[in-house]
């Protein structure tokens, strides 16, 4: 895993500009992000189900996406201890964050393509988007056993 700090680092920092932008503009200044980020959660469900999606042109899905992606992002972090990593693909640089799973074992989960990924069938659903991003981590016991 190739992981350059300050490429890291600048990811990391525009990552909590954007989510905190998300915070203030629907007004949940009262959501500790860093104790418990899933108390954003109905807000940030109510603000996507309420979106006029037909009407949204380039800026609007790639600002949606960057916000999802930086909430994905933060619950995986403070809940999960997830740390950001790199790695190269044929896109380019992927950001994307390492955690160790139930198994023991280290799992990556890129939030922005989890957030990509979920936008194939509209309308978004935040709450598909985290339980997609914790079965990808091995975070969550196995409901089938």
Known sequence: MGTDPVDVETWERQRRQALDALVQTLAA???DMDTDPLDFLPVLDRFV?????AGFDQDDWLWLHTALGAYLAQVLIVRHHARWDTATDERGVD???VMTGLDGHEHAVSPMDIVYDDFQHLPPV???????AERTAHVLPDPHG
């Open 29 to 31: 200044t009262d959501v």
């Open 95 to 97: 950001y994307r964050l």
């Open 126 to 132: 935040v709450l598909r988007m985290l339980a997609t």
């Open 49 to 53: 189900a309420g979106q006029d999606f």
